[in-house]
């Protein structure tokens, strides 16, 4: 009898406990709800001709909406991911696999990321953690994403997760070199993002030196990976209970690097139209969700999904056109007025430089 390496069942745990456990920030938002949107009540616009497409590392989404990486492994969850896949390549929507690191111990497991057949024209994210990217050669690094036709790689990271997880990471030394080295040397475009935690401005300025040029913040505000790892293992619960509603509010974190030279994805917490809105308003290029569709495809499998992403759709399209814009490119910080927390945090941060 052969024994389910713990690397996978890690991640089938990851995923079971994202479908059915209470797993979100327990009290920190992401902040959108101090975001207004200037409503215009003369607009030259029709509702159906509202454009929401955009464009991403040079494909065309249909919507700005990247299904984020969640899982792959095992075969249970490459089900999940293929036909995810293939629902956003009929939406025209970005895709995301999860950390890819398992292929690197255990090659069989690839077969849980391999889409391309039932997506063929999906934007594609490949996926691996800072910790194992600068362990790696940038060949080894491109041979990810390559092995599953990725248009891109996200260097995922998480440390917030890996320090309260039994005998997770600890060293992440040379982290900033092995960006630099990765965006110099890949001949795939590299993203880099946060897996619940946000990016402050530092940080952001120096991925940006380093020559990143996409970034998706993945804020806090919706699923708390400290929290993931605090109720899967409980010898380092302290740790976890302590720092479960850790990082930046998703807002923040966008508000705090529209300046830099970045594209911005956001991610964490967006749950509808609406918030997604607020986001681009803000000056993301694209939105990222993850939990919602993970929980909606556990509930009612892809037609659920659709029906998720048609509410979500809709209500982006009202937006836009109530805020007077023919196109969803057309939202711009001007189209938004921050208030309460956020300003507050925007007011501190920018007196602290």
Known sequence: MTTTPEIINRKLSHFELCAHQDVEFRHKT??????????????????EE???????????????????????????????????????NRWGIGFGVGSQRVMLRHPEAGAS?????????????????????????????????????????????NTAMEVI???????????????????????????????????????????AEAGVRWLDVAGAGGTS?????????????????????????TAASVCELRSLPLNLIASGGIRNGLQAAKALALGARAVGMALPLLR???????????????????????????????????????HAVIGGQLREWLRRREAAQ
């Open 30 to 47: 992401t902040w959108f709800e101090d975001v207004e949107l200037v409503h215009q009540a003369l607009t030259e616009t029709c509702l």
């Open 50 to 88: 509202i454009d929401l497409s955009v464009n991403v590392l040079g494909k065309r989404l249909n919507y700005p909406i990247i299904i984020s990486g969640m899982t792959g492994g095992a075969g249970e969850v490459g089900i999940f991911n293929r036909e995810m896949a293939a629902l956003a």
């Open 113 to 157: 990321f391999q889409v391309r057949e039932v997506a063929p024209d999906v934007l594609l994210f490949g996926n691996i953690g800072i910790a194992q990217a600068r362990e790696l050669t940038t060949r080894e690094v491109v041979w990810l994403g390559e092995e599953i036709g990725a248009d891109a790689i996200c260097v995922h990271f």
């Open 165 to 207: 997880q039994d005998q997770g990471d600890h060293d992440f030394r040379g982290s900033l070199e092995a960006m630099r080295r990765l965006t110099n040397e890949s001949s795939l475009p590299i993203v880099a993002k946060e897996t619940g935690c946000g990016f402050g401005r530092e940080t952001g300025a120096l991925l």
């Open 225 to 249: 990976w400290v929290g993931v790892e605090t109720i899967r293992n409980r010898a380092l619960r302290h740790l976890g209970e302590a720092f479960w509603d850790w990082g930046l509010p």
């Open 296 to 334: 909606a495809y556990v509930s009612g499998g892809t037609e659920a999904v659709e029906a998720y992403l048609q509410a979500f759709c809709a209500e982006l399209r009202v937006a836009v056109m109530l805020c007077g814009c023919a196109s969803v490119a057309e939202l711009k910080p001007e």
